[in-house]
Structure formats: C-alpha cells, structure tokens
C-alpha cells in the first residue's frame, strides 16, 4: 500500500482505510450537489426565472430543513455514543 503500513499503528486495517476514504468521497459528492443546487437557485433567481413568492418559500423550506437535521442530529449523536 504505497510503504503506509509501516507509518500507520497496526490496529489502522486497509478495510479502514477504505471506509474513511469512502465517507470522505460521500461527502464531497454531497457537498457537489448541496453546492450545484445552491448555484443553479442562484442562477434562476438572477435570471428572474422564479417569481419573488417562490423563492422566499424556497429559502425559507431549506432553512427549516437545516434546522430539522441539526434538532434530529444531536440525539443521535448522543444516543450513538451511549455505552447501552
């Protein structure tokens, strides 16, 4: 593996390795689309495409939607990190 097995600690497996550069690949494809979605809002709301009403209805459902996910993420978060 490139000479890292002798850098990494023996309890770093390659199945771990591949699951943090998995996870790490999700999140920058998330992150691409979150961005694209962002962008072509932008794009339509500068060309004038979506009327005023629309957009503030948009902006408003994605903020709600960020502020779900981070109510329902923090009890995860805890509950995932409890010892039962």
């Given at each position: 593996?490139?000479?890292?097995?002798?850098?990494?600690?023996?309890?770093?497996?390659?199945?771990?390795?591949?699951?943090?550069?998995?996870?790490?690949?999700?999140?920058?494809?998330?992150?691409?689309?979150?961005?694209?979605?962002?962008?072509?809002?932008?794009?339509?709301?500068?060309?004038?495409?979506?009327?005023?009403?629309?957009?503030?209805?948009?902006?408003?459902?994605?903020?709600?939607?960020?502020?779900?996910?981070?109510?329902?993420?923090?009890?995860?978060?805890?509950?995932?990190?409890?010892?039962r």
């Open positions: 593996m490139f000479g890292l097995d002798d850098h990494l600690p023996p309890r770093l497996t390659k199945t771990a390795l591949y699951r943090v550069v998995g996870l790490g690949l999700r999140c920058y494809v998330a992150a691409v689309v979150v961005v694209g979605c962002y962008s072509l809002l932008w794009t339509l709301e500068v060309a004038g495409v979506v009327p005023d009403a629309w957009l503030s209805v948009i902006w408003i459902a994605i903020a709600v939607m960020g502020c779900l996910f981070l109510v329902l993420l923090v009890p995860l978060f805890y509950v995932s990190r409890s010892t």
